[in-house]
């Protein structure tokens, strides 16, 4: 059973390799991505504006060469010459992108929301994402476009993105981040020069280490070493979005894991998702990663560390100047930088024990939300996650900025 199991992954992966630099993927349920990419490619176009909010497309380069788009997002009503709020840079998760903040109506949405409050909201979208495609000298065929982990997003895009808006609105900036937006923010906050312009952060289902995760797919993946065979069969990037992205979910669903409701097999129990939604979330999610951070993110599972992508001991050697890749050391960021953290009961990503984990190497003291029936995308697109979590993450954010005059 086992083996039949990694002969069909590998035959998907195998296939999906073939077609993942393919522009015209097919769609989970049919083809209405196409039609919309094809029409629009910017996510100010085709998500933020329509709603009435102003909306504009900027792009950082990264030193190794990727071109990253950031969308600055305003409020519906303010008029040009009223003073912008702080900037707030929103961090998005794995296999997704920018637009996991906009994907329920404006009223529900944390992008929106902190437009309408006011803020100076700014959308990040990491290497590798629809809306990041691009590189200087590299396209999305080549291998070395996708030689990269949450290491890289974290000391190279994190580090670009920060100083730029920084540069444009002349403020410390507000961070918020959900899933591996938190990995890679708490990896840049042990960065001095990156710590000194965050005025504060919050953390939506907080992870640095991941050694007591419980979703029950991922550590079917992981027993599988689905990670290592991707590498080995030299397969960069990890694109769910084709026409094989069902049959991988399908190999891994063999009758040990219930995969009827695989999302929650994923996540956890999520518990305010919008079923009728689904088809709109899926024009958008899941969005391309690379499999060295899928390596490196299931390295973190297997040792139980917040280090640096592990190369082997030779390699290592060559690069760190030691044999295992070196901590990030969260008592590295700064005790005055407050944080906020939401996380939830249900969430078998983002585990209790390692957030207690965090919060012990943390010098500083986060305030806490725990929302004990919720999941891991509750967080981003649950129903009632505007009263539940960013009504409270709003009050944190302007209890430190109580001076601004348009708060
Ligand atoms: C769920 O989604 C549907 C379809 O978009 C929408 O009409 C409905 O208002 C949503 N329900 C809630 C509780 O947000």
Same mark, same amino acid.
């Given at each position: 059973? $086992?083996?039949?199991? #990694?002969? #069909? ?47 504009? +497309? ?48 404006? +009223? ?7 437009? !309408? ?26 291998? /070395? ?6 290491? *890289?997003? $974290? =000391? ?6 920060? %100083? ?10 507000? #961070? #918020?981040?959900?899933?591996?937006? &938190? ?17 504060? $952060? ?8 991941? +050694? ?41 669903? /063999? ?29 958008? *999610? ?30 290592? =050697?060559? =690069?760190?100047?030691?044999?295992? %890749? @070196?901590?990030?050391? =969260?008592?590295?960021? %700064?005790?005055?930088? @407050?944080?906020?953290? $939401? ?7 983002? !585990? ?5 984990? &965090? ?49």
């Amino acid at each position: 059973m $086992a083996r039949s199991v #990694v002969a #069909v992954a590998i035959l998907v992966f195998v296939s999906a390799s073939r077609i993942s630099g393919d522009s015209s993927a097919v769609d989970l349920l049919g083809n209405s991505y196409i039609r919309r990419q094809s029409l629009d490619s910017s996510l100010c176009a085709q998500l933020i504006q329509p709603s009435g909010y102003p909306c504009s +497309e900027h792009t950082v380069q990264t030193k190794d060469g990727f071109l990253l788009a950031l969308q600055r997002v305003s409020s519906r009503t303010g008029n040009i010459r009223q003073q912008r709020g702080p900037p707030v840079l929103l961090l998005h998760g794995l296999f997704m992108a920018g637009d996991a903040w906009f994907l329920n109506s404006p +009223e529900k949405s944390l992008g929106f929301i902190l437009a !309408d409050h006011g803020f100076d909201v700014w959308v990040g979208n990491v290497r590798g994402t629809r809306w990041s495609h691009g590189h200087i000298s590299l396209s999305v065929k080549d291998k /070395d476009f996708w030689d990269w982990s949450w290491q *890289e997003l $974290a =000391l190279y895009d994190l580090a670009e993105m920060i %100083p730029y808006i920084n540069s444009i609105t002349n403020s410390k900036i507000f #961070v #918020v981040g959900h899933s591996q937006g &938190t990995i890679i923010s708490l990896a840049a906050l042990t960065q001095p020069d990156i710590a000194e312009l965050v005025e504060a $952060a919050a953390l939506l289902c907080p992870i640095t280490y991941l +050694e007591h995760i419980s979703s029950r797919f991922v550590l079917r993946m992981v027993h599988m070493h689905l990670d290592q065979m991707i590498l080995a069969m030299g397969i960069h990037q990890l694109n769910f979005r084709s026409e094989w992205g069902i049959s991988i979910f399908d190999s891994i669903c /063999d009758g040990r894991i219930d995969c009827n409701d695989l999302l929650t097999s994923i996540t956890g129990e999520n518990c305010c998702f919008n079923n009728s939604r689904v088809d709109l979330y899926l024009e958008y *999610e899941p969005h391309p990663s690379s499999a060295k951070n899928l390596h490196h993110l299931f390295q973190m599972i297997r040792e139980g560390t917040f280090s640096m992508y592990d190369y082997g001991i030779l390699k290592n =050697l060559k =690069l760190y100047g030691q044999l295992k %890749p @070196p901590a990030f050391d =969260l008592s590295n960021i %700064p005790k005055s930088l @407050p944080f906020w953290m $939401a996380y939830g009961g249900n969430d078998d990503l983002a !585990d209790m024990i390692d957030i207690t984990h &965090t919060l012990k190497e943390l010098l500083s003291t986060p305030e806490l939300l725990y929302l004990e029936n919720y999941g891991h995308v509750d967080f981003i697109v649950g129903v009632t996650a505007k009263e539940d979590v960013y009504d409270h993450l709003i009050k944190f954010f302007k209890s430190w900025k109580r001076s601004s005059s348009v708060m």
